[in-house]
């Protein structure tokens, strides 16, 4: 995510970080290459010209803090304007004073709309709210029957009205089904329409009007940059957007699309989605992603992926063992079943302050179902006692588990590495403090 601006704003700041005095010089030399980066990163260039602009003047006007050098003051600043940027603080769904909320979903063709329908219905209803689904999508083939699908599998319920082809007859039988089905939000997933189709344009106006909305929200798919931003505006101009879900933002390495669409669309991002899964779906937080962008990491955001993966009554247990110094193998297993649940090993990573992901390393959840496989091609004994393990062990480990023998050798090191950790492992760190890294999973 944002890899290529990430690599090109360190390189930008590292060159004023030590700096011990400021000048015109050196800050016109630090912001040009500030200002390259977010071009290249395809960010509107009006967008760039004010953020560089204020940069500059908080630079020469900040009062510099005694516990920071000027550079890292300058970091600083970089990184309160890139906050300001993505939206200046996470903005969540807007509730109905009144009745029931419903979720306007609008957007492009192809943006991913109606799985982030589905996506943003499972993470409402983990909210405690009550979602039901209907898609007023009457031009695309299977469109209806493709929200039903996501539906069935997500245990949410979905209206499909049968007896008519009208959107706005569709939107009305919704609203009307939401107290036989006791939902209290409502979310429509709308035809795909490109900006310039008018006869669609005034067909999204009248299902806003039918069905007042509470959300209005545009998918965007980040791929496409600051284009994205500038659809999102013409929307906006239109219906009145609310907020934007950006999808495939773990794909996107510019970011173009997040730091230019709250200032060309008026419309701050709500959610995005991070990969296909119906729980890779997270609530946008600027200050994070600000984080993020400049290679600081997102530490909190991981903290909760492993409090939301991990089963209290066995992270316990684990934890127990590992003060006692009897982890084993089995034990392992498990907490590689917890890490699993917590998403992509290469996006957790990124997470990770100063990680960096070497070139070609294999760094995947492909690299824990390998792992898994040895696990459980060991025998009871062995997986409790892995020193017994041989050369002839090791060739039926590795031929049951379809890897080779360096794989079993470099698991059972790794393993044992491991153990010497246990001997230093304190109760109050938790078992996601860890060293981990390329070396515990990758080849």
């Avoid at 990163?41 to 010209?49: H, M, N, P, R, T």
Wanted: hydrophobic share 40%.
């Amino acid at each position: 995510m944002f890899e290529q601006l990430e690599n090109r704003l360190s390189e930008a700041l590292r060159k004023v970080k030590g700096l011990s005095q400021l000048t015109d010089a050196n800050m016109a030399d630090a912001l040009r290459e500030v200002r390259q980066a977010l071009l290249e990163a395809d960010v509107s260039l009006d967008v760039v010209k004010t953020f560089i602009e204020k940069v500059k003047a908080e630079s020469k006007g900040a009062a510099v803090l005694k516990s920071l050098s000027p550079g890292q003051q300058i970091i600083k600043i970089v990184y309160d304007e890139l906050v300001n940027l993505l939206g200046g603080q996470k903005a969540g769904i807007t509730m109905a004073p009144k009745g029931p909320t419903v979720i306007l979903m609008a957007g492009l063709q192809g943006s991913g709309k109606t799985t982030s329908t589905a996506k943003l219905a499972l993470h409402l209803q983990k909210e405690g709210y009550r979602p039901l689904l209907v898609s007023a999508d009457v031009y695309r083939p299977a469109a209806r029957e493709q929200l039903t699908v996501l539906g069935n599998q997500l245990a949410i319920p979905v209206c499909h009205p049968a007896d008519t082809n009208d959107p706005l007859a569709i939107c009305r039988k919704a609203l009307a089904a939401m107290k036989g089905e006791n939902a209290n939000v409502l979310l429509v997933d709308t035809a795909g329409r490109l900006q310039v189709d008018e006869d669609l344009m005034v067909e999204l106006e009248k299902i806003k009007k039918e069905i007042n909305p509470a959300e209005i929200l545009f998918v965007a798919d980040a791929m496409m940059g600051r284009q994205a931003a500038d659809i999102a505006h013409t929307f906006h101009q239109r219906v009145g957007i609310t907020g934007v879900v950006l999808t495939k933002l773990d794909g996107d390495a510019r970011g173009g699309a997040a730091l230019s669409i709250k200032s060309v669309a008026g419309a701050p991002v709500k959610f995005c989605g991070v990969g296909e899964k119906p729980e890779q779906f997270e609530v946008f937080h600027p200050d994070r992603m600000a984080s993020r962008i400049l290679g600081m990491g997102d530490v909190l955001s991981l903290i909760e992926k492993a409090q939301e993966a991990a089963d209290e009554e066995e992270a316990k247990k684990l934890e127990r063992k590992m003060s006692a110094g009897d982890f084993d193998l089995n034990d392992f297993l498990k907490q590689l079943a917890m890490v699993k649940k917590m998403g992509p090993i290469d996006q957790l990573m990124g997470m990770i302050p100063g990680v960096k992901i070497p070139k070609g390393a294999s760094l995947d959840n492909g690299e824990l179902g390998r792992i898994e496989a040895i696990i459980n091609s060991m025998t009871k004994e062995e997986r409790r006692n892995y020193t017994i393990i041989n050369g002839s062990r090791k060739e039926r480990i590795a031929e049951g588990s379809g890897t080779e023998i360096n794989d079993v050798n470099r698991l059972l090191k790794q393993f044992a590495q491991m153990k010497k950790v246990m001997k230093n492992f304190k109760k109050g760190g938790g078992m996601f403090n860890m060293p981990a890294g390329p070396g515990m999973f990758g080849r």
